[in-house]
C-alpha cells in the first residue's frame, strides 16, 4: 500500500495543512525557518506564484531560484514547476475562497460552543494584530503618514468588504484636512475620478486575495501617471503591491468565513491618528470646525 502521507500536496489547502504540520513538527520533513518563510509567502499570493517565473518570483522573494527548486524537491515535488501546478490550479480552478473559509469555521475542532469559537477567534485576530505590527517598516510608516497629511488630494479605493474600509478612511482623515474622498465618491465613476488626481496626489488602495481587478488595474494606472499609490494588502509578494510606493502586509487568517478586517483596521486607526498628531493645531482647528458646522446645523433643524 502507498504511503500517502509522502505525497506532495496538490491543493493550496493541502500545502496550507502540510505547512502548518511542519512548523508544529508533525509532517515527515523538516524545513529551516528560512524555508518555511518563503513556503508561506508563496502560499498567502498564490496568484503571483501561479503567472510568475521562477527567476521572477526568487527575485520578489530575495531568494536564489535554486532555493525555490529545492524547496519543491523537499516538499516531494519533482521540480519547482510541479509545486507551481498546485498555485496554478488554485487560480483557475478554485473559484469557491468563501465557502472554502466557511468550511473551516464549520470544521472548527472541538469548539461546540459560540462563546469558545469567539475567544479562539479573539486569539487568532490578537495574532494578526502582532504579525502585523512585525512586519511594519517603520519608514515607510512614517512617508506614509506624512504623504496622508500633506498631498493635495488624497482618494480611498476599495470593492467589496474593503469598500467598508475605504469609507471609514477617508471620513476619519477628512476630518483633519480638505479634499479627501473615497475614489469614487461623486459616482462618476472610478476612471474619471482618477483623472482628476494629479502627480503627486495619493491613493490609497486595499485589496487581499482573492484580490479584485479592477482594484489592481486602478493601482497601475495611477502609478504609471504620478500618482503616489499607498497599498494596505495581505503580502509582500502581493500582486498589489508592485504599483505601491509603500505597501503593507497584514495578517488575515482567522476562523472568519472572509479576510478578517480587524488587523486592517488597526493599520487604519494607526495611520489616521499619526497623521492627527503630524498636523497638530491644524488638524484640531479642523475639528473644531466640524463641530461647529455640525451645531450650527444640528439648531436649525
Known sequence: MTDTTTLPPETLSGLRQRLTDIEAGDADIRL????????????????????????????????????????????????????????RREVTEGQSFYSDQASRLLQANGDTQALARLSRLARQESANMASLLERIDPAAFEQTVTLLATAHRVRIHGMRQFHSLALFMAYGLGMLRPDVAP??????GVADALAQLDPGDV??????????????????VATRHGVEVIALTDSESSPLARSARHSF????????????????????????????????????????????????????L
Open 183 to 188: 475614489l469614487d465618491a461623486g459616482r462618476q
Open 249 to 300: 502586509a497584514v495578517s488575515n487568517h482567522s476562523l472568519f468565513y472572509s479576510n478578517s478586517m480587524c488587523a486592517f483596521m488597526l493599520l487604519a486607526q494607526g495611520l489616521l491618528s499619526e497623521v492627527a498628531s503630524l498636523l497638530g493645531e491644524a488638524g484640531l482647528a479642523a475639528l473644531k470646525h466640524r463641530e461647529t458646522m455640525i451645531t450650527e446645523l444640528g439648531a436649525s
Open 32 to 87: 529551516g525557518k528560512r524555508s518555511r518563510h518563503v513556503l508561506a509567502l508563496l502560499i498567502e499570493a498564490p496568484q503571483q506564484a501561479a503567472v510568475s517565473t521562477i527567476s521572477e518570483l526568487a527575485e520578489r522573494l530575495g531568494v536564489n531560484a535554486s532555493t525555490l527548486s529545492r524547496l519543491a524537491q523537499r516538499l516531494g515535488y519533482e521540480g519547482f514547476s510541479q509545486l507551481q501546478d498546485v498555485f
Open 203 to 220: 491613493l490609497v488602495v486595499a485589496s487581499c486575495f482573492p484580490y479584485t481587478p479592477s482594484v489592481l488595474a486602478t493601482a497601475e
